[in-house]
């Protein structure tokens, strides 16, 4: 998906050249305050969950790609003037800025967001008396605009991420003023892009981060007296099935209550007889690479003549998946 900008049409205030690249650091200082301004649907959602580490992982890559391509166009655009920097940049966003983007999985959204701020619709804006705050946020129909990306988002996480890479824009013309920020040369312009996916990525790579202890898949093998077990965990926070074999065929239900826990429902067959049991289960090290599930349950088989109780702690171990039977998931 591609978040790109339009470069604003240029106003002669003195033919000043602004060069100006605030460092990111600065930047973030104020942005818990910027995002305030920016409109926010999502704020008490969910972030995000291991169903959108795919749309989360496109956002990143395209991201990361728009970033460099900007950042790889500075050096180009220093060397024009202002007028001839500014067209150069507006063809480069809307065409080779664009090259090796990967749809987002699930996405259905507007494919930009355009920072347009509120004073650049002014009649005659050198004449308003409002602050720079004011002049700077971002115009109704851009907001509206940025919601309907953020609505689309696989996750809250990602319309956050989109917020906070708005806020930089905002937060710029903020601090240098609404004026000057209308006046900046173009190279300058794809630097603050440089930041505004800066803060973008961080955000995504945030949630990736935070996900990648609970999303990963799993084989799985344990084994209890004669009792082999085996199959695939696919994610730790949704419903899996283990099978089980001895003399009789074992079907291990998992209904997750968290990434670590839950609870076992267990059904069994052959020799013709049935049995069921139940129980719960806990996970230890999940954020290492090979945590261990230990299931306490009891079951009950009805074989003819009698029937047989069992129960007992289960120790299965889970190793990363190193095939692709999940990726469809």
Request: charged fraction near 20%.
């Amino acid at each position: 998906m591609f978040k790109n900008f339009r470069v604003p049409s240029t106003r002669s205030h003195g033919g000043i050249l602004i060069r100006l690249c605030l460092p990111l650091g600065m930047l973030a200082l104020s942005q818990a305050s910027a995002l305030m301004v920016i409109p926010s649907a999502s704020a008490a959602q969910a972030e995000c969950d291991c169903k959108d580490i795919k749309a989360l992982q496109a956002e990143l890559r395209n991201a990361t790609r728009l970033q460099q391509a900007f950042r790889n166009k500075i050096t180009e655009l220093r060397k024009m003037g202002k007028a001839e920097s500014t067209i150069a940049l507006k063809q480069f966003a809307e065409g080779e800025a664009r090259r090796g983007l990967e749809p987002v999985p699930g996405y259905k959204g507007p494919s930009e967001v355009d920072y347009h701020p509120w004073g650049r619709d002014l009649y005659d804006p050198t004449g308003t008396k409002h602050s720079a705050q004011k002049l700077c946020s971002m115009s109704s129909s851009a907001a509206v605009t940025l919601d309907a990306a953020v609505a689309a988002s696989a996750c809250p996480g990602i319309g956050r991420a989109l917020r906070a890479h708005e806020a930089v824009h905002l937060i710029f013309c903020v601090t240098i003023g609404f004026f000057p920020y209308e006046e900046m040369h173009a190279a300058d312009r794809a630097q603050e892009e440089v930041e505004a996916y800066a803060a973008q990525i961080k955000v995504l790579r945030e949630i990736l981060d935070s996900l990648k202890p609970k999303c990963k898949s799993y084989q799985a093998t344990g084994q209890y007296l004669r009792l082999a077990i085996s199959g695939v965990i696919c994610d730790l926070e949704k419903p899996f099935t283990l099978k089980g074999k001895s003399m009789l065929d074992f079907t291990f239900r998992f209904t997750p209550t968290s990434s670590n826990a839950g609870s076992v429902a267990i059904s069994m067959s052959g020799y013709g007889g049935t049995g069921e049991g139940s129980g719960t289960y806990t996970i230890a090290g999940i954020e290492t690479d090979n945590p261990r599930m230990t299931v306490t349950a009891t079951y009950t088989g009805r074989f003819p003549p009698g029937s047989a109780m069992g129960s007992g702690p289960l120790q299965i171990d889970l190793a990363p998946l190193e095939t692709s039977e999940c990726d469809q998931q």
